[in-house]
């Protein structure tokens, strides 16, 4: 009989729980821990943080559940919002704002495009913020 803690095994356990198993179920776990850290160890080697997904939705399923209609009634609610207050705001603030959040554009990418200095335009993203967080 050993005595082993579960926690290794477990680490989702946030205390230790000690138990006593035969020597042949400590090695079956053992044996598996390893087996474990080895398919870890490969991950990491071979770089693959990526999912095996077939696009099919399962996975994204599973971890994104979908939402309740009162969730969505709410983020329907919360863009409608967000969008008629962009519409309050001046013209370039508008835009600008649209294609720094929406369009993740960076600040020198927008004033490329706009033909203006990269400062005037996060100047314009401040002064657009402070006026939006009024309207709303």
Do not use: C
């Not at 926690?7 to 946030?14: A, L």
């Not at 209609?69 to 649209?98: D, F, I, V, W």
């Amino acid at each position: 009989m050993k005595r082993i803690n579960l926690r290794k095994y477990y680490p989702y356990y946030s205390h230790d729980i000690w138990v006593f198993v035969s020597d042949e179920v400590a090695e079956d776990m053992d044996d598996a821990l390893r087996e474990v850290w080895a398919q870890n160890a490969k991950i990491r080697y071979h770089k693959a943080y990526y999912s095996l997904d077939r696009d099919d939705g399962i996975e994204k399923a599973a971890l994104y559940p979908p939402l309740s209609p009162e969730e969505l009634l709410m983020h329907k609610l919360n863009r409608t919002t967000l969008y008629s207050a962009l519409l309050e705001l001046p013209g370039k603030q508008a835009n600008r704002l649209y294609a720094r959040y929406f369009l993740h554009l960076t600040a020198a990418e927008i004033a490329r495009q706009e033909g203006v200095k990269p400062n005037t335009v996060v100047q314009s993203l401040k002064r657009a913020l402070k006026n939006l967080k009024k309207l709303l």
